[in-house]
T-cell receptor, first 118, second 116 residues
Framework: GAVVSQHPSWVICKSGTSVKIECRSL??????MFWYRQFPKQSLMLMAT?????????EQGVEKDKFLINHASLTLSTLTVTSAHPEDSSFYIC??????????????FGEGSRLTVL | AQTVTQSQPEMSVQEAETVTLSCTYD???????LFWYKQPPSRQMILVIR??????QNATENRFSVNFQKAAKSFSLKISDSQLGDTAMYFC?????????????FGGGTRLMVKP
């Protein structure tokens, strides 16, 4: 089946630094990728939709200058948390749709990346 | 906007028994997709089962089946012959028609514990 890989799986950084999280589709072309945030014991909240070659669409309340999303190729989307603060500590998950298949609605999820800001 | 509600934050079941997880949703759409995802302790989201709203027949995948009641906007998941590996968070999710962008709206989740 389709595989989506995230890197790093866990990152610890100091407050004020920027952190980049990568989401790669390993065996398919992902025309659309989604970024979610999940706080402990809570559900996944959609942050933004990333389309290859165009600007990301952010959900209401998500700061686009804080969470920079780049989808420069059909297999890679990146989420950069700029000037991270402790309240940005969370689990970030990406998902992707296989653009080469008929759209059945199925999305493939990455393993998630845990960000801890000290 | 769509909302998805899972009214059971936590549930437990004995191994080999059957358990049903509840999900209700609210939408003005007529055609849409509903999903159940499993998130084990590894945090990897795994698709359990999918239902197209235009299909009256309830979806089944081995030990997993759904009871889809479109008029009631209810989409419950039944797990038969529960196994220890079924212990996980389960999320019900809604997706509008595919040409609307494949965005998922998740419910709050139900933590299922399968006891030996």
């Amino acid at each position: 089946g389709a595989v989506v890989s995230q890197h790093p799986s866990w990152v610890i950084c100091k407050s004020g630094t920027s952190v980049k999280i990568e989401c790669r589709s390993l065996d398919f072309q992902a025309t659309t990728m989604f970024w979610y945030r999940q706080f402990p014991k809570q559900s996944l909240m959609l942050m933004a939709t990333s389309n290859e070659g165009s600007k990301a669409t952010y959900e209401q309340g998500v700061e686009k200058d804080k969470f920079l999303i780049n989808h420069a190729s059909l297999t890679l989307s990146t989420l950069t948390v700029t000037s991270a603060h402790p309240e940005d500590s969370s689990f970030y998950i990406c998902s992707a749709r296989d653009g080469g298949l008929a759209n059945t609605g199925e999305l493939f999820f990455g393993e998630g990346s845990r960000l801890t800001v000290l | 906007a769509q909302t998805v509600t899972q009214s059971q934050p936590e549930m437990s079941v004995q191994e080999a028994e059957t358990v049903t997880l509840s999900c209700t949703y609210d939408t003005s759409e007529n055609n849409y997709y509903l999903f159940w995802y499993k998130q084990p302790p590894s945090r990897q989201m795994i698709l359990v089962i999918r239902q197209e709203a235009y299909k009256q027949q309830n979806a089944t995948e081995n030990r997993f089946s759904v009871n889809f009641q479109k008029a009631a906007k209810s989409f419950s998941l039944k797990i038969s012959d529960s196994q220890l590996g079924d212990t996980a968070m389960y999320f019900c999710a809604f997706m509008k028609l595919l040409n609307a962008g494949n965005m998922l709206t998740f419910g709050g989740g139900t933590r299922l514990m399968v006891k030996p």
